[in-house]
C-alpha cells in the first residue's frame, strides 16, 4: 500500500519559515519524481515545486528564491523549505510522487495535505 504522509504545516507570522515534510512508503522511493503542490479553496491545485529522481529541481515563478526542495532517498522523504512567507503562501500543501515506467503510462500517488497559514 502506497502512502504519503506530510508534516509539517501550522500558522506561521509573514516573514518566518516552516519546513514541510513527506515521508513515503511503499514505493521505490528513488524511481520517482516528486513534487509539492498547493491549493486554496475553490482554486486549482498549482505545482510549486519539483524534484526529479536525479535531483534536479525548479519552482513556481512565485516561490524561487524563497522555497527549496530537496530529497533523502535513504529516509524516502522530501522536504520543502519555505522561507519568507506571504500571506499568498497560505494554501493546502499537498506531496505528489509520480513514476513513468513505460512510455505513456503513469504510477502517481498524492499525500492527504497540510494546511499552511501565513497571517499576522
Known amino acids: 500500500q502506497v502512502q504519503l504522509v506530510e508534516s509539517g504545516g501550522g500558522l506561521v507570522q509573514p516573514g518566518g519559515s516552516l519546513r514541510l515534510s513527506c515521508a513515503a512508503s511503499?514505493?521505490?522511493?528513488?524511481?520517482?519524481?516528486m513534487d509539492w503542490y498547493r491549493q486554496i479553496p475553490g482554486m486549482q491545485r498549482e505545482l510549486v515545486a519539483r524534484i526529479t529522481k536525479g535531483g534536479i529541481t525548479n519552482y513556481a515563478e512565485s516561490v524561487k528564491g524563497r522555497f527549496t526542495i530537496s530529497r533523502d532517498n535513504a529516509k524516502n522523504t522530501v522536504i520543502l523549505r519555505m522561507n519568507s512567507l506571504k500571506p499568498e503562501d497560505t494554501a493546502d500543501y499537498y506531496c505528489?510522487?509520480?513514476?513513468?515506467?513505460?512510455?505513456?503510462?503513469?504510477?502517481?500517488?498524492w499525500g492527504q495535505g497540510t494546511q499552511v497559514t501565513v497571517s499576522s
Open positions: 505528489h510522487a509520480h513514476y513513468n515506467p513505460i512510455p505513456g503510462a503513469t504510477w502517481d500517488y
Open positions: 511503499g514505493v521505490v522511493f528513488s524511481l520517482y519524481d
